[in-house]
C-alpha cells in the first residue's frame, strides 16, 4: 500500500518537472522569433527610391534593408560607379554622366543576393529644337525655349554670367520654358545655356541680345553761345539749330545782352526766314524791345509750341536758321537754354 505522503511529494515534483519543461519551451520559442526578425532585417530588399526622374550625374537616394552589404549598383541598366552606403538603410547612387536615355529598374546586388525596386527609374537627357523670340531678344522681356525633357532644367544662363534659377522661369514644361532675359544682358550675338541638376548643359540657338537701356531726367543748363557780337539790323545774330540736339519745348532761352553807349537800344527777334516773330511774353512788344539800361541784362523766353511749329520745322528752316536777334547799339554775350532731359545712364 502506497503512503498518502509519499503520493503528495511525487506529485508535486511532477509539476514542477512540467513547469520547467514549459519555461525551457518558451524560451526557445523566443530565441527562434528574435533571430527570425534579425535575419529579416539583415536581408536585401529596396523599399524606395527617389527621385524617379532624373537627367546624367544627378544622385539617387535608395532606401530599404541590409544595404550596408551592397557591393554594385544598377540604374535603369547604367551600372553605376559612384554610390555611397550610409548605413543598412540607405545609399546614394550617382546617375553615370555616360548614362543613355532609358526607363527601367533600380537594383542593388550584395555578390550573394539581389534585390530590385517595383517603381521603375527614368533617365532623362533634354534637348533644344527652337527659340522665340529667335533674331532679336531685348533685356527685361522673355524668351520661350521649346524641345524635349526640358522639365529637367535647373537654371538658365544669360550672356554677362547672368544666372535664372529655374524657380524664376515664367513658365516650365517638358516641351517648353518661358524664361525672364535679365535687364542687363550683354548685347551681343549669344545663347542661353541651360543646366540640368545633374551638370548637363545643352545651348539655345544664337540670337541677337539688347540690354534695356535705363535712365532718368535731369535739369540742363547749355551753353550754346559765348562769343561777344555786337548786333545791329544789317548784322543780326542767328541762333542755329544745329548748335545742340537738345532742343524741345518747354526749354528756356537765356540771351545774356549788353547795351553799346548810350544811345536807345532796339532788340528785335525775328524767324530765320527774317519775318517778324511776335512773343506774348515781356519784355517783347510785338517782337521789339526798346529800352535803355546799364550793364548786363538776360532775356529768357519759353520755346513755345508755337515757337517750334514756326521756327523749328526743318521744312520753314532757312538755312537751318531757327530765328535771329536784330536791331542795334546792344551786344549778345552769351545764350543759354535750360531745360529737363531725359539722359541714358549707358551714355558716357
Known amino acids: 500500500m502506497v503512503n498518502p505522503v509519499n503520493q503528495i511529494v511525487m506529485k508535486k515534483t511532477i509539476q514542477l518537472i512540467s513547469l520547467c519543461l514549459m519555461g525551457i519551451l518558451s524560451l526557445g520559442l523566443c530565441s527562434c522569433e528574435q533571430r527570425s526578425e534579425e535575419e529579416v532585417g539583415r536581408a536585401l530588399s529596396i523599399k524606395v527610391f527617389a527621385p524617379t526622374r532624373v537627367t ?3 544622385t539617387v537616394t535608395v532606401s530599404g534593408t541590409g544595404l550596408d552589404k551592397v557591393k554594385s549598383v544598377t540604374l535603369a541598366g547604367n551600372k553605376v560607379t559612384d554610390f555611397k552606403v550610409v548605413n543598412a538603410n540607405m545609399l546614394y547612387a550617382q546617375v553615370p554622366a555616360s548614362a543613355t536615355v532609358a526607363k527601367g529598374v533600380v537594383s542593388v546586388d550584395t555578390g550573394d543576393d539581389q534585390a530590385e525596386a517595383k517603381a521603375e527609374l527614368e533617365i532623362v537627357l533634354p534637348t533644344v529644337t527652337s527659340c522665340n523670340p529667335n533674331d532679336i531678344v531685348d533685356g527685361g522681356t522673355s524668351i520661350t525655349i521649346f524641345g524635349t ?3 529637367a532644367v535647373s537654371e538658365a544662363v544669360f550672356p554677362g554670367d547672368l544666372v535664372v534659377p529655374s524657380v524664376d522661369f515664367l513658365r516650365k514644361s517638358d516641351h517648353q520654358i518661358v524664361i525672364p532675359v535679365p535687364e542687363k544682358v550683354t548685347t551681343g550675338v549669344g545663347r542661353v545655356t541651360l543646366l540640368t541638376a545633374g551638370g548637363s548643359t545643352l545651348n539655345s540657338p544664337e540670337v541677337k541680345f539688347v540690354k534695356k537701356r535705363t535712365g532718368h531726367y535731369e535739369d540742363i543748363e547749355l551753353t550754346i553761345y559765348d562769343k561777344p557780337y555786337e548786333v545791329t539790323y544789317s548784322k543780326p545774330l542767328y541762333i542755329m539749330k544745329e548748335w545742340t540736339d537738345k532742343w524741345q ?12 553807349g548810350e544811345d536807345k537800344t532796339e532788340i528785335k527777334l525775328l524767324a530765320g526766314d527774317g519775318s517778324d516773330y511776335k512773343l506774348p511774353d515781356k519784355p517783347f512788344n510785338n517782337g521789339q524791345w ?6 548786363e541784362q538776360v532775356i529768357s523766353f519759353v520755346l513755345t509750341q508755337k515757337l517750334w511749329d514756326d521756327c523749328w520745322d526743318d521744312a520753314k528752316l532757312y538755312k537751318g536758321r531757327a530765328f535771329r536777334f536784330s536791331g542795334k547799339n546792344y ?5 543759354t537754354v535750360s531745360a529737363t532731359v531725359w539722359v541714358w545712364d549707358d551714355e558716357d
Not at 551786344?331 to 545764350?335: E, Q, T
Open 56 to 58: 546624367p550625374g544627378e
Open 149 to 151: 525633357s526640358l522639365e
Open 249 to 260: 519745348v518747354g526749354m528756356v532761352i537765356s540771351v545774356y545782352v549788353r547795351q553799346k
Open 290 to 295: 526798346y529800352t535803355s539800361w546799364t550793364g
Open 331 to 335: 551786344y549778345i554775350d552769351k545764350i
